[in-house]
């Protein structure tokens, strides 16, 4: 019997970024109807490059593993901060928080039928 294994190598992030509501790699019609996606990578690595405003001042780094952001990338940023979130019985409220001001960069709600 044959086994295939899909494999995801994630490594080293240093970005923050979140999706929208994702089914077959696209946008469901709400974030509640689907999973969203958040990744808060930020501390650390400061020389990391960031995705496609890098590519239009350095064309060579197309090729440096660095991707033009898909529609189902709703937010993305490459600075220092942190995720905050908040629950009840029926929402949660997710935001990522940049750490120089401390505002709020990115939010997100989702909702649960009762």
């Not at 709400?30 to 020389?47: K, Q, R």
């Not at 197309?62 to 019985?89: C, D, L, M």
């Amino acid at each position: 019997m044959a086994v295939t294994a899909r494999h995801w190598w994630l490594t080293c992030c240093h970005q923050y970024e979140r999706t929208c509501g994702v089914s077959n790699f696209t946008c469901a019609e709400t974030d509640n109807d689907a999973p969203v996606h958040m990744v808060v990578g930020s501390a650390g690595n400061v020389f990391q490059t960031l995705w496609a405003s890098s590519l239009a001042k350095s064309p060579d780094l197309q090729n440096a593993g660095h991707h033009v952001q898909p529609k189902w990338s709703v937010f993305r940023a490459g600075e220092f901060g942190y995720g905050r979130i908040h629950t009840n019985a029926t929402h949660l409220h997710a935001e990522f928080v940049g750490d120089q001001r401390g505002a709020v960069h990115d939010e997100v709600w989702l909702t649960r039928a009762p």
